[in-house]
């Protein structure tokens, strides 16, 4: 469920049997009621787009960075504070902090990370397609992103990040790097571990993509990926929609992205996420960014997320692709896709 505000951490945090919460921290529940908790132990501070700007005052990147950060920032003196360094929002947002840090990097050469090395920070980087674990000059490999399943091989560059900032608080937690790399290797973007994370399926030789995207780098972090599983002279199918509380450029935007890289755009209504907008004004917004390529297809109009994939199944073509944006119906599109094909 989206339990990423402080009720939903109060939920985890009030459960006698848990050990180790795991707690995703909102910038709108950081602004709106605060932190859930007084510190943590470890954080984890991956990345910042402009989803989200101009709501509750909050207008540009560096304001939102400064919001995120405070959970960096309340992480204890002693505790662990996992920061991406090939982020500059992230590192400028964060040069002063109670907790050490412990940087990640998929640029072996990133500059940040090479001063933090040499200070005798910890951190993990991405080194000839190795995961490697660096602390007092010593470096050891943990295992090779081709190892890691969640990153598809290493062709989703997103899910290396996701992983590398993982096992960062992994580590940061007290667990032996062969546990972080164990974990590494058997965690799948399946539905049973996964949901709606890139989930994979096979139908009548079309790929269909499955996942939570929702804001315009997600988009196209989710169709680059889509991309790689079409076929010579095939296309890609994408399926967009979010909640209506982002700024109008932003709800352009997705439809200026998927626009330009698809072959076909079908905008699905939303029935929990208008957040103040009516579903024919968002329509018109997405409409407005893909129609912004002249050479893309007029986009068409869904009622629902599983009215999209069946649209989008019925007009695909053996070796296309279909991506799609999926916040409400999971489960219900997972069970048809499972009826229809199978999971790769």
Known sequence: GDYSGPSGARRVLEDPIVDVAVLETARGGILLRGLAFESSDVSVFVNVSGDHL?????????SLAAVKSIVSKSTRAGGVAVLNADDAQVMKATNHLKASKFLVSQNAANPALAAHLDRAGHALLVD???VVYCRDGTRTALLSVEDIPITFGGRARHMVENALCAAGA??????ALDQVADGLRTFQNSPEQNLGRLNLFSVDGVTVVLDYAHNPAGLTHLLAFAHSFTKPDSGLISIIGTAGDREAEALRKIGRIAGAESRQVIVKDTAHY????????MFDL?????????????P??????????????????PGDAIAIMCQEQMTEIVDRLNALGHPL
Request: charged residues 20%; glycine residues 14%; negative net charge.
């Open 54 to 62: 101009g709501l509750q005052g909050i207008n540009t990147l560096e």
């Open 128 to 130: 000839a397609a190795d």
């Open 170 to 175: 992994g580590i940061g937690l007290g667990l």
């Open 274 to 281: 208008l957040r103040g907008r009516t579903a024919q004004q």
């Open 286 to 298: 997405f409409d407005e960014g893909v129609r912004a390529n002249p050479a893309a297809l007029a």
């Open 300 to 317: 068409l109009h869904a009622k629902s997320e599983l009215e999209g994939v069946e649209m989008a199944l019925a007009q695909a073509r």
